[in-house]
């Protein structure tokens, strides 16, 4: 926008000193359609924006049609572009388009095309799920050779791990650096809360996230609205938040240094412990999983115990040999014994 912005200053300029070349453009642009594109309208500064209200209201029966793009998380409240939007509005001389993600079927068709062959439908799938339909992350991943399927050398393809387990970002560098920038722009406190919230999960509470944070609880929601605002969040009703996108997440998880993320583990696996005080068993499983994160094994053994009695109880015997793979990293023959005997079949 720095490019667009200078040569909107010099218009301006050429403008403000030539009184008769206005009228003149003003003729001219009553006769001949005129198609002008702004982008990145939330890097104008004041000058710039004064320059496009007076292009817009200079010659009411111009045939111009001004076209400007804008990132929605970049104009948060105070920004001068909110109020020049707000006075286009009143004037009727805005029409807004909010330009959703993509679909799977047209993430589909940018990734081939992209890619320059037509992608084979599970890693199609992959690619939506992994980019959520977000066109950039399209085109870096495949760019990347993201799509491309990784083999082990017996010719297994490989699952990705879990994003617990993946302590070092695989995004395209591309990818990195325009998530960074987003995280960059927050306030320390706001950026510690995106933070505690990438540990906690895609999905959270504020329940869990007040639990877990030590901030005031009007330091909280503060911190919390300046997410909302910036789009790092969504609220998803009641007390339930998400991340926009799961790489915002990912991008916030794996900046953590360890001890970092180990003491984010520890809070979110005591704030887990006190909102589900009345009922352990619902929360079991994840708070044996970041105990574990935080090195505090022998608090994870139990709680793995505990996740893995609660599978075999209603007969999900899957998550039961997934707990039971835990404790086997860290406990006693003995407790794996007696939680195999409950599991039964299910082995």
């Not at 009228?23 to 005129?34: F, V």
């Not at 960074?180 to 809360?193: D, G, H, I, K, V």
């Not at 009922?279 to 022998?298: I, K």
Request: net charge negative.
């Amino acid at each position: 926008m720095a490019g667009n912005a200078n040569t909107c200053l010099r218009l301006w300029r050429a403008h403000s000193s030539a009184p008769q070349t206005k009228r003149g453009a003003g003729r001219q642009a009553s006769n001949q359609p005129l198609l002008l594109l702004l982008d990145d309208l939330h890097w104008c500064d004041n000058e710039t924006l004064e320059w496009v209200h007076y292009l817009l209201h200079f010659e009411p029966q111009a045939r111009l049609l001004l076209v400007g793009t804008v990132r929605a998380e970049e104009t948060v409240p105070g920004h001068p572009l909110v109020s020049f939007l707000g006075t286009l509005q009143r004037d009727g001389l805005l029409s807004e388009i909010a330009l959703g993600p993509l679909s799977p079927a047209e993430t589909t068709s940018l990734a081939e095309h992209v890619a320059g062959r037509q992608l084979d439908p599970a890693r199609a799938s992959d690619l939506y799920s992994e980019t959520e339909g977000n066109p950039l992350f399209v085109v870096e991943m495949v760019r990347a050779g993201s799509v491309e399927q990784p083999m082990t050398e017996q010719g297994v393809v490989e699952t990705p791990l879990p994003l617990l387990t993946c302590l070092v970002s695989t995004l395209p560098p591309t990818v990195q650096t325009v998530l960074a920038a987003r995280l960059a722009q927050l306030s320390p406190s706001a950026r510690e809360l995106a933070n505690l919230a990438a540990v906690i999960g895609r999905a959270f509470s504020l329940d869990v996230l007040a639990h877990a944070s030590d901030e005031s609880e009007g330091a909280l929601v503060r911190d919390l609205d300046e997410l909302w605002q910036r789009r790092i969040v969504r609220e998803q009703g009641g007390d339930a938040y998400d991340f926009s996108h799961d790489k915002l997440r990912e991008q916030a998880y794996t900046s953590l240094s360890t001890v970092h993320r180990r003491l984010l583990h520890r809070r979110v696996a005591e704030a887990l412990e006190a909102v589900y005080a009345d009922t352990p068993d619902v929360a079991s499983r994840q708070v044996a999983v970041h105990y574990e994160r935080a090195g505090l094994l022998w608090k994870a053994i139990a709680w793995y115990q505990r996740a893995g009695e609660v599978a075999s109880r209603i007969a999900a015997n899957a998550e039961a040999i997934d707990a039971l793979a835990a404790m086997r990293r860290y406990s006693s023959k003995r407790a794996e014994l007696r939680l195999r005997s409950r599991i039964g079949n299910g082995i």
